[in-house]
């Protein structure tokens, strides 16, 4: 019986710690091949919106051209976080990010875009 009711709240403690997931969910799916046929040169900020939305960040160079920036992370806890006491000491999520950088002229068009992924790993608890 003992033994059930310890495997019952491991279940119990994967399935509540699941994936987390933060950001554009537009991009989730996207690849750099998916983002190259969605996007062109010389599109309107109107055109881009309508495809990802609203952008993460929007910043500025010196000579005033916009440069947006989408963003979709994705974790996972690690094993050892749900280790009894141990978790305490050493856990931690790992997973995957992706970027999308637009980058603007001063008349709203689309010059050049850069899609990247890449990996997140964060250590938490006592013992990093």
């Given amino acids: 019986m003992k033994k059930i ?3 019952g709240f491991v279940s119990l403690a994967v399935l509540a710690g699941g994936c987390v997931s933060t950001g554009n969910a537009v991009l989730k799916d996207e690849t750099r091949s998916s983002v190259e046929a969605k996007l062109s040169k010389g599109m ?15 910043s500025y160079t010196d000579s005033g051209n916009e440069i947006w920036k989408y963003a979709f992370s ?3 806890m690690k094993a050892s976080s749900f280790i009894p006491y141990y978790g305490l000491l050493k856990s931690g999520s790992k ?10 002229d001063d008349n709203g068009k689309l010059v050049k875009h850069s899609m990247s992924t890449s990996k997140i790993d964060t250590n938490s608890g006592l013992i990093q």
């Fill in 74 to 76: 994705k974790t996972k």
């Fill in 95 to 104: 997973g995957d990010v992706k970027t999308l950088v637009l980058f603007f």
């Fill in 44 to 58: 309107t900020k109107e055109q881009v919106t309508a495809i990802y939305g609203q952008p993460l960040d929007v």
């Fill in 5 to 7: 009711v310890i495997a």
